[in-house]
């Protein structure tokens, strides 16, 4: 194998193992590295763009709606979540507490924030005393701890990056209206800015947040056909408002409880689109998240170096000013096929090539990423092109995992059904459901899926349970998930 070759030698092809496959491209890709504690681990540049990129989009989308951001405590008292017992019920067995601090004992332990319903509640049980005081609309960009048994880097870590939305409203219909809005924008967002289909409902039951009265998520499917839950939106009800006194004065001078709401996503969505769109060259970034949409190689013998690599540099002032995200890679102890390669592992979506010859003609030669079309484009157009081909690579993408994703959700009749199906071949299952806790149990019992969510859009309504038989009260999607 050829020394260019060396950067896509390490990696695992998926089709022989695809976790093994996903560590090698996010350490080959220089995302993360492992931590000293266990279950944590440090994101690297490389990756914490990424989540940068993310963060900024989604941020403006919340302000657009009229969220503001805040900051709460890290610290929460134990007293705090014996106040809502679902929720804490929920939570007991990922929480690390801590109980001396300064040398001395506490006379509190103090959970380490796995998510902020809690505090937040205390906090808008003093801000909030009239209908004047309403709606409340607050996120938080933070990090919480959950004590995981299992970890995979990105996806599931005893430390994890997240924003989360916390909304308090007058009435029960303004509540439920905020929390479908930020399901909305959240499958917006990863469709039309991660290039990720998903399939939007409502979860059942026992898969709700520990706490909400209704749980809605959006549903991804990797290539390996396991989902991860991409995003997710809670109504509470009133809940958290009675288990925290969140009170106020309506329009008619009477004491109402208020009708609550929590929405978030993680940093999981990293290793979702890196599961998604990648293949076994390594990364396969959306051009409207690649911290590095194009990068610039000039290429030709050391005679035309200088004029080469200046022409470069003039065509990389012109990209940057339009607000392309680009970068020159103008080493000279690399050759270009090993640059190639590296940067194609990245997941960088264009390649741009400069040589001798395209300066002549006044022409550069851009390289897809995800299809490896070379198009030769006129200098003086660049911009355009280049806007185009990152355009038609997003819509690419994303058809892809959409294909993808069709063409393994299938549709069964019964448990046995759905085991033989799932051991030939992993996917998105459609089955009905009675309603029962005991028959989703077994589902999982005997297959090891759970119910991802009751989509709100199904071709086929199936009319009976895939357990028992019984009349279906839904259609539920299930599958087995990371």
Known sequence: MSKDKQFVREITPQAEDFSRWYIDVIKKADLMDYSPVRGCIVFKPEGYELWELCQRELDARFKETGHRNAYFPLFIPESFFQKEKEHVEGFNPELPWVTEAGGEKLEERLAIRPTSETVIGHMYSKWIQSYRDLPVLINQWANVVRWEKRTLPFLRTSEFLWQEGHTAHETEAEARQETLQMLEIYRDFVENFLAIPVIVGQKTPSEKFAGAKETYSIEAMMKD????QAGTSHFMGTNFAEAFEIKYLDRDNQLQ???????GVSTRLIGALIMVHGDDRGLCLPPKVAPTQVIMIPIGPAKTRDQVVARTDELY???????????????????PGWKFNEYEMRGVPIRLELGPRDMENGQAVL?????????VVAQDQLVEEVERLLAETHEQMYNNAKAFMEENLKSVDSLD??????????????????????????VKEESGATSRNIPFEVQEHKSTCLVCGDVAKHTVVFARAY
């Open 367 to 375: 390289v897809s990423r995800v299809t490896g079309e070379k198009r």
């Open 257 to 263: 409880y208020a009708h609550t709401t929590s929405w």
């Open 317 to 335: 002032d012109v990209l940057k000013k339009a607000g392309i995200r680009v970068r020159v890679d103008d080493r000279q102890d690399l050759s």
């Open 225 to 228: 056909g396991r989902a991860v």
């Open 417 to 442: 059904e759905l085991k033989a199906s799932m051991e030939q071949k992993r996917g998105f299952y459609l089955a009905g459901w009675c309603g029962s806790a005991a028959c989703e149990h077994q």
